[in-house]
């Protein structure tokens, strides 16, 4: 009976090892994930910019 406590308890040590490693590995994609929607963030709100540059100079160029 105390052998089989003994191996449910190393059992449950390696599961709790595995989800903390399981864990890390979402942090770690989350992080990127969150970088990479700054960086999109960026460069759209760049391209906004753009636009309303590039519109504001085709509305010079408009003829009545």
Known sequence: ???QIAT???EQVAVSKDIATNMESVNEV???AL???QEI???TQEQAKSARQLQDLALEFKTE
Do not use: P
């Open 1 to 3: 009976m105390s052998s």
């Open 8 to 10: 449910a308890s190393e």
């Open 30 to 32: 989350s992080l990127l």
């Open 35 to 37: 970088t990479g929607s």
């Open 41 to 43: 963030k960026a460069v």
